[in-house]
T-cell receptor, first 114, second 110 residues
Framework: DGGITQSPKYLFRKEGQNVTLSCEQN?????MYWYRQDPGQGLRLIYY???????QKGDIAEGYSVSREKKESFPLTVTSAQKNPTAFYLC?????????????FGPGTRLTVT | DQQVKQNSPSLSVQEGRISILNCDYT??????FLWYKKYPAEGPTFLIS?????DKNEDGRFTVFLNKSAKHLSLHIVPSQPGDSAVYFC?????????FGKGTRLSVIA
């Protein structure tokens, strides 16, 4: 089955620690995205990547970093510089970065930082 | 600056009746719109889309209407089923990545 895998489902960290969220896709999609969802909020774009070894900042990139060394993988690191890291994080992919391309989402990771 | 607005945070509808979810946008560059459905603790799933050259797109029980002059779109679900209970996100796209609204929680009551 093709799809997007995010692990783990739930993640707990102490304040001040960096944490990396995993996202893997086997859909052979070029474009990958990271979104954040907070209660009562829409999905806000953190970073996106149109192709391997390339990525762009989204609307709320501060305190986050990404890498795209492989087509299948787009890990997100939440650094200690992110002021409010507790949120539900969603990874998505699309066949390319064309604006009309349907995005397919992973199941999400809920990160809690205390 | 909210480019995509879903002004109703929640909506309750009787099973079998029509559900109408509304969405307004401000960005005139948007030329493609999508609706996603999301269950709690899951990723959103694509539901239906519409291009700005159309004013209606239908897929089974789901129909999306676009009124470009009013910068308004709506999602109609007929007939509504209990399994439709979820959060629905409207999203717009131009030459930039998708911009999502805050979502509307639909509850379909049996």
């Amino acid at each position: 089955d093709g799809g997007i895998t995010q692990s783990p489902k739930y993640l707990f960290r102490k304040e001040g620690q960096n944490v990396t969220l995993s996202c893997e896709q086997n859909l052979n999609h070029d474009a990958m995205y990271w979104y954040r969802q907070d209660p009562g909020q829409g999905l806000r774009l953190i970073y996106y990547s149109q192709i391997v070894n390339d990525f762009q900042k989204g609307d709320i990139a501060e305190g986050y970093s990404v890498s795209r060394e492989k087509k299948e993988s787009f890990p997100l690191t939440v650094t200690s510089a992110q002021k409010n890291p507790t949120a539900f994080y969603l990874c998505a992919s699309s066949i390319d970065s064309g604006p009309r391309r349907t995005k397919y989402f992973g199941p999400g990771t809920r990160l809690t930082v205390t | 600056d909210q480019q995509v607005k879903q002004n109703s945070p929640s909506l309750s509808v009787q099973e079998g009746r029509i559900s109408i979810l509304n969405c307004d946008y401000t960005n005139s560059m948007f030329d493609y719109f999508l609706w996603y459905k999301k269950y709690p603790a899951e990723g959103p799933t694509f539901l239906i889309s519409i291009s700005s050259i159309k004013d209606k797109n239908e897929d089974g029980r789901f129909t999306v209407f676009l009124n470009k002059s009013a910068k308004h779109l709506s999602l109609h679900i007929v007939p509504s089923q209990p399994g439709d209970s979820a959060v629905y996100f409207c999203a717009g796209s131009g030459n930039t990545p998708l911009v999502f609204g805050k979502g509307t929680r639909l509850s379909v009551i049996a």
